[in-house]
């Protein structure tokens, strides 16, 4: 199978439909999901036991690894089994170490509750270390996180943080693991390496840190976010600093007859810094909804230099069209005729809050209706897409329920803040367990 | 004169605190300056504004409201830069605060507004946003930690002064350097060419100040060492590591490790003559030594700038400098602090006399208990002492370590393993705020406390605690512990307070201190002693723990006399 491909098998076993999907070269969560959407839209439907056979598989990122948690997850919940094949051999092991430095079997068992060895398909427990495999020194330097929180250290600490899950049950107060996730990304080596590597774009400000905006507008503000959604136990987080070394390297991996250097050309748009936040709560645009339709009020006042455009497209997966594109502006309104995905898109509004029940607040109603100025939340997701977008160039993306919408800089010729592609999923397609937030963003060149 | 207002918010607490004079010099040096010379003095007494969620806003307005109004100030000064966590301020706090300080002046001149933030704000963030229209107006200003300023600067404001008065508001790097610096006890064996040399009782752990660290070395190293390469070498410390590679990224300098186990090629690459060089600690310069020699082999022009972090030779007690000879030429060495280590010979350990395995700096120390030998340790350090003040209720114990002295010397690694123990035994993250005497040890472990894990200590004064009706009591209101147990009593989502003390005997002190938190309605969580000499006292109503625990009140009374021996001898 040649780089990049993906090969879809369903087949019925006795009484029970497999389905394998075999990714060679990148495992990218858009081309597996894409394959995952077929499986589902054939006549068998949801088939009972999925392999996602990754022995071909050179290279993955988190966001694709926290898709299948959140698979996983949501079929074991309608009693499906899920496999996994690991990649195989010499040329598989760089992935599997990552897999290892990434901490993504403690991951998937604490969320899941299976535990990984038996994710694995038994043909590939050779490569368990405790069963004797890959034993050669691992690509990446083990992380030295401790105790005290300790975050990363040693050779490859700017490559960033592996899996971390936060139950919410261990928690008296859900806002301490905003706190926690704050404290571990306002490390001052963490700092350091997001203010050599990040830089502002269109002549925006050096003068702040770039790390303590992601550590602040980004980070602080997803994590506020998830805990607020109703119904989540889990948060993960995870991220990813692909510097231009390391992506040369990935390149190489993947096509190992071209020089180093050729390689570097080519991969300039993998050097990225990604980060990725998922909870398994109600899908954040239905829980909006729900509160327009229960006539609750999801809006604050907010100052008119907040307002903003949203050129939106929206794309039916299952026919395959796109509608025509046209401009939101953040001041639309929002009632019980608000489509879902137009609730979905409002999550990001200036002044509309994502927490219609209040569960991150604690303010006394008599306060609140005393103090109207004060009741100005609802600018979390804003601050995020403004900072991920307007300050560092880079995409903010979001897959919830049946929808994935991505927010992006607008063209000059959209007349537009952002440009926004809603993607309906098709019918056949299962809701996808909780919100994903992915943001992507650009590095400075010239940091090696 | 004009008036002005501090409000100084905290974001992620629940305590409130009375602000301390050196803050309170911070907040006058900005007044002065954005009242060029005119402010009088601050019209309020000042106490913290603790906003653990944004959401506490709403709570914190109606008195932010009145003070402002009674007030009627020519400058609010909206201290959003020392929060226990690094934050940027969120939306809905600077626009809370901006609105209602615009509504009460409504119909009269508007204050001037100055917002301290510890980064610099961008122009499109929405809290940037909120304040622009007054900034275009010059009627607002965000000053920096780094003294920048966004928005209508005065003349006379002074960013190097500034900087200064925050670092000494906060703590100058090098205090907080001397109150995070560890000194794990261990049986630590030390080689010299692959044999055993000698022991040494306790290795130094800097994980939780590489800030400072860095700071420190960035600042020793000094702005023409930028974009120079700097080697490390910390084959016992990997804290420094990290220290060094905070250093490298700040310098935009290549980080070169030295690894002089690899005899024909200990780092990588060339070496300049003038490069960077950082080591965790200078003894007796052998190992250095051997450092430069080898830097030398590769360019025998080099002539390293050396920081090391730790010395046990200088005329400084911090930042200072010590001359190291090597094959005739005089190497300068600067240091961040000095210490002082004993070296036991193999014959004169007592740990190798008795057996017990040694243990490598890098091993980990993840146990939440105190070993016999750490606290012996400590105790034959700092010495014993009569004890004072016996209570009425019991015997004295005679003698006693020096509790105080011990907490002096080993506050951090005390605080490490308290959080440790306390960590395991109340399993869900929640409130850590400790209740304790204000005395000279409490005082020094609380800094440690609150420098390494973000602890609130509060604490209260003897004469308070040994009142008969401590809660009762008439006491001044404008007491710090007073304003922080009132500030809990108001919320109500305080899981529980911890009530410390150095040691336990009679359980007088941890009885007193739950009078004066039950004054408050507030809920004792915990009991926690470093040392326990009546660890059979069990009639408490909340779990009691300890570091260790010795029963001192069943036996003779000269239990420590032996230990006095073994000291003097």
Redesign the interface.
Known sequence: MPSGAAKMQLQTKTDRTQAIVALSGLALVGQLEAEIDKIHAAESGEPDELVFDFADVSFTEPTTLQYVISLTLARARRGRTTKLRLPAGEAGARVRDFLRRWRFPGAFSAVTGIRFFDFVDPLDHHYFRGLGGDRRPTRYSDATGDAEGVSESSTDAPRFFPFTTWKLTDYLESARISDEALDTWSDELVLSVLDRHLQPVNGGSELASSGVYVASRIVFEAMTNAIRHPGANFIQSSSVLRTPRAAAAVASSRTPQKSAADAAMSTQPDEHFTVTFWDDGTSMGKTLQAAILDGRSVRHEYPAALDTRYWLTLVQAESEVSHDSHLIDSRAELDRGTPAHIALLATIFPGVTSDVSGRGFRVHPELQSSEPVLATQGMGLFALVRTAIDRFGGAVTFRTGTYFMSVKRARSTQDADYRVKIIVKAKSTPEFLGNMITIRLPLRRGTE | MAAYVVLPIRL?KKTAERVSERFRNLYRLVADAFLEGQAGAPLATLTTIPL????????A?PAVRQLVAAARPALVIVDLANSA????P???VV??IT??CQ?VAAGNPAPLMVYLV?????????PY??V?PMIDAERAAFV?D?G?V?GSRPAGFDAAKYVRALQDARRSPSWLLSRKLVRRFGHFKRNVAGAHDHCVPFFFDG??C??EL?ELIVKALGPEHRNEKIFVHDPDS?WL??AA??TA??L?SELCVIDLSREESPFEGPVPDVPSLIVAMCDTGETLRSVIRALRRANSGCRPKIVSVLSTEGTGRESSSRVLEVDGDQHVVHYLLKVSRPRMTPGSCRLCGLGVPGLSATD?D?SSGLSTHAMWSMIFEAGLKAEADVPRNRPSLGLVPDFTEVIHRNGPYLA?KMD?LL?REI????DRIIVCPDERGATELADALTSLFKYDVIRVPRTVIDGPQAAAAPVDRLDEWYIQLDSLRRRS?V?GVIVFDEFNASGATRLGLKRVIDGFGLRVQCYFSLFDFNPTLRNLEAPAHTLYSIDALHGSGAWLEPAQAAIDG
Request: hydrophobic share 30%; no cysteine.
């Open positions: 992620g653990f969620v944004e959401g506490d806003m709403a709570a307005v966590r690094t934050l940027l969120p939306y809905s626009s809370g609105q209602v509504e510890a980064s610099m704000l961008w122009e499109r963030d929405p946003e909120v622009k920096a780094n920048e966004r994980i939780k590489r800030k860095s990997p590591h990290e590679r905070i990224l700040k935009r980990p993840n490490r440790q960590t399993r869900k993250p929640g989502d899981a």
